[in-house]
């Protein structure tokens, strides 16, 4: 079951850090995995750097590369 992400008004960057570490942690298998493929080979900290910083919300961009 995925984990709900840390509302970005009422957590800690370090929480929404954290979760976006655990959620995108390099799994060291490409073919099988997708998380380089879904991101365009950007890395997760990148693309998540407006949540991470309490900017935007998770959804709002994960949906972007949907």
Request: with cysteine; hydrophobic share 30%; proline share 3%.
């Amino acid at each position: 079951m995925m984990n709900m992400a840390p509302d970005y008004l009422h957590s800690t960057r370090e929480e929404r850090l954290s979760f976006i570490q655990k959620m995108y942690q390099c799994r060291s298998n490409c073919e099988m995995c997708g998380i380089c493929t879904l991101f365009h080979r950007k890395d997760p900290l990148d693309v998540f750097e407006d949540y991470i910083d309490g900017r935007r919300d998770y959804t709002e961009i994960l949906m972007e590369y949907r």
